[in-house]
């Protein structure tokens, strides 16, 4: 009794590359989508962060009646838990403050981002 010789088991060299090709198509797809919706998130919550400390500081004021010295001043006041965080350089340290016109209210009146760069929109980060 002489059995057939047996086929071995597995996959041929041609039908793995046909699937790698596949998944490196897919991944091309996704890779730029991916990276697109985190910069357009990074931009999302700098205009959030943003915000949020100017709604602090024109609380500040109406409460003060001037401007906080620093924008430590709204967070040992209570007017915000922490100094957000700017998502495009990653540090809380790189606010870039402005003073009001008249130096007798105070030492902040608003707040830009310090990122350097563009937003996808073409506009500066520094300008928002």
Known sequence: ???????????????????MLIIAMLASLA???????????KNAVLKENLSLMRDALDKYYGDNGIYPATLDD???????RSIPRDPVTESSSTW????????DKGGVYDVH????????DGSPYKEW
């Open 113 to 120: 981002s310090g990122a350097e760069g563009n937003a996808a």
């Open 31 to 41: 890779v730029p989508r991916y990276f697109g919706s985190i910069e357009k998130s």
């Open 74 to 80: 709204l967070v040992s006041r209570k007017y915000l």
């Open 1 to 19: 009794m002489t059995s057939a010789p047996r086929k071995a088991a597995g996959f041929t060299l041609i039908e793995l590359i046909v699937v």
């Open 96 to 103: 870039i403050t402005v003073a009001p016109e008249d130096s």
